[in-house]
């Protein structure tokens, strides 16, 4: 449609180069309109923000993607409490819910859903209120919380219906106990229940903070559970308690889910570019692959190797590689989407192979075999060529680079010029292990 090219030629401005973002838009056309995504809309977000929200939600709509939108009601629900004549408290973290506020409750979450599918309607895009029905509850312990529930079921129909009639649901996390009474429930708890029926490619946290925050107040981009080890993670002591517990129940919830699921959180203004392009913008949480390392090539699947690096290069490695290279080690994600080859060049450590599938960018993988690389090698140096679309990548995680006709040699951990300058004369000289380009 004209309109859709129009809306990707203006991200294709703002965002990234064509291909990247074309990878991703047929990425998430290959997913059932139904399965794309659960998006949890921060209640506060949802009033302080509500042009940022819709207008992010409108760009899915319009290239074709229709989201299931979860919200809450934020500091309303504390507003809606006092008004019915009871103070808002707090038990482990969950809010207690009078049941003398059960109308006061239902009626300022209809009031967010209703303002939020306004505000989606006045960008153009058709979305359908379900503010109540979709999520069934049992009371989480009436005599301590009041109306606070677990969620038990998911209707879905409601949901088939808008998806039907090329809608974005818009649902508000209020739940329905078997009584028919109003209960509140959890966001997780929400997001989770939707994220178990449909197993969506993404769940996404719109949030104020952008991201999840480490001790310094900065956004982790990515965290790949795999292979930073989910518990110790969630449980790390330097973390703010905030990221601490939405690991954890991350954790919890992507162990249920199929392995190609992931979590994004970021916030309204970022969440384009956090879907469509491989840098992102705020914090990509994946279950991820753990890292492997082999000493040599023979404890290695050298066909899926083989294949894994071809297919990032598009061109076929020589023969005998794997006899003519002196392997110092070689890292490997568990499903072969990622590896590093380190070998040996003039005595120093020499990364000779980098790949990463492209559906597998973005994910944090390249980083976390670097990370791995570098904590067993100290030293190391490799080259890339100039025209190497990553090249800004190295230069970031390099201590120098030299160019040297159509490569740019790098080291990190080399300090003597005579070291470095042998390293650059022995990478500048290295045959090709893949075969010419078609111009060459």
Known sequence: MPETRETIARLLQTLSGRKEVEAYLSRYAGVAAHRFAVIRVDGGLLFDQQHAVASALSFLHRVGLLPIVVHGAGRRLGEALA??????????GSPVVPPAAAEAMRRVYQQANLALVDALADAGVAARPVPAGVFLANPRDPQTFGLVGRVSDVDDAPLRSAFAA?????????ALSPEGRVLFVDDDDAVGALAHRFEPYKIIYLDPAGGLLDASGRIIPAVNLAADGSVPLAATSGLPGMTRRRL????AMLTALPDETSVSITAPDDLARELFTHKGRGTLVRK?????????????????????IEGCFG???????????????????????AAAVVT???????????????????????????????????????????????????FDRADGGVRRGKWVVFWYGIEDFAAIGRCVAAAESLPETLAPRAAE
Request: glycine share 6%; charged share 30%.
């Open 83 to 92: 008004s019915a004549g009871c103070d808002l408290r707090w038990i482990d």
């Open 344 to 394: 040996e060049e003039a005595g120093l450590p020499y990364l000779d192979k980098l790949a990463v599938t492209s559906k597998a960018r973005g994910e944090g993988l390249a980083a976390k075999l670097w990370n791995r690389m570098r904590a067993d090698f100290p030293r190391l140096f490799w080259r890339a060529r100039d025209d190497n679309p990553v090249r800004g990548w190295y």
């Open 288 to 308: 991820g692959e753990a890292v492997l390392a082999f000493r040599d090539f023979a404890s290695v699947d050298r066909a899926r190797l083989r294949a894994l």
């Open 248 to 251: 954890s129940r991350l954790t």
């Open 166 to 174: 090329h809608q974005i649901p818009v649902v508000t996390d209020l």
């Open 315 to 337: 061109r076929p490695m020589v023969p005998d590689y794997f006899e003519r290279k002196r392997c110092q080690r070689v890292y490997v994600t568990e499903q072969y989407r």
